[in-house]
């Protein structure tokens, strides 16, 4: 059975601390591991795909970086906007086309 | 205006009576899926389809059906809903082009059955 687990499960930052939130993933026959961010009542946004591992996608302050077993998002000089919960995701290869998703790393980043 | 559109937003509905939520996207993307996000739980996928008339099972069809007659439209089915299917529920849509998949996310609806 596929897994994707994310941590921390919550993570509170003050504006200008970088930090990195954990993607670690079982999937099989990975075809690609995915971020997205979802704001409270709204449908998820995607970020980023990774497809291999060593591969690394930036945009702005985000930066998602992949390795065999686990995802990183890593967050630069975060501001206020950026607080939201960030999700995982794994979609599985062969013949299912299924996406795994964690359960998510609510970010919080005060000013 | 790429999007993928949900209706009804809001439903608040009884056990045992038959509903469906609509989903439609406009542009032009095979894969389509159905997700319900619970406190806890996280995102779990419904169904998903590949195309018109293929469709296959994600983690937690039971209690589900979908249909694809169309590209555009992916309509969730609960033929005889139950409480614990109140939850949120999203349906998304993407290209499959190779291995790039680009989900989009329409808006959620939120069903409470009592």
């Known amino acids: 059975e596929d897994q994707v687990t994310q941590s921390p499960e919550a993570l509170r930052l003050q504006e200008g601390e970088s930090s990195s939130l954990n993607c670690s993933y079982t999937?099989?026959?990975?075809?690609?591991l995915f971020w997205y961010r979802q704001d409270p009542g709204k449908g998820p946004e995607f970020l980023f795909t990774?497809?291999?591992a060593g591969e690394e996608k930036e945009k702005e302050r985000l930066k998602a970086t992949l390795t065999k077993k686990e995802s990183f998002l890593h967050i630069t000089a975060p501001k206020p906007e950026d607080s939201a919960t960030y999700l995982c995701?794994?979609?599985?290869?062969?013949?299912?086309?299924?996406?795994?998703f964690g359960k998510g790393t609510l970010l919080t980043v005060n000013p | 205006e790429a999007q993928v559109t949900q209706n009804p937003r809001y439903l608040i509905t009884v056990t045992g009576k038959k509903l469906t939520v609509t989903c439609s996207q406009n542009?032009?993307?095979?894969?389509m899926s159905w997700y319900r996000q619970d406190p806890g739980l996280g995102l779990r996928q419904i169904y998903y389809?590949?195309?018109?008339?293929?469709?296959d099972k994600g983690d937690v069809p039971e209690g589900y059906k979908v249909s694809r007659k169309e590209k555009r439209n992916f309509p969730l089915i609960l033929e005889s809903p139950s409480p614990n299917q109140t939850s949120l529920y999203f349906c998304?849509?993407?290209?499959?082009?190779?291995?790039?998949?680009?989900?989009?996310f329409g808006p959620g609806t939120r069903l409470t059955v009592t």
């Open positions: 998304a849509s993407s290209l499959m082009r190779g291995n790039s998949f680009e989900q989009y």
């Open positions: 389809s590949m195309n018109v008339e293929v469709t």
């Open positions: 999937v099989s026959g990975l075809r690609g």
């Open positions: 995701a794994g979609f599985s290869g062969g013949s299912n086309y299924k996406l795994t």
């Open positions: 990774l497809y291999s």
């Open positions: 542009m032009n993307h095979e894969y």
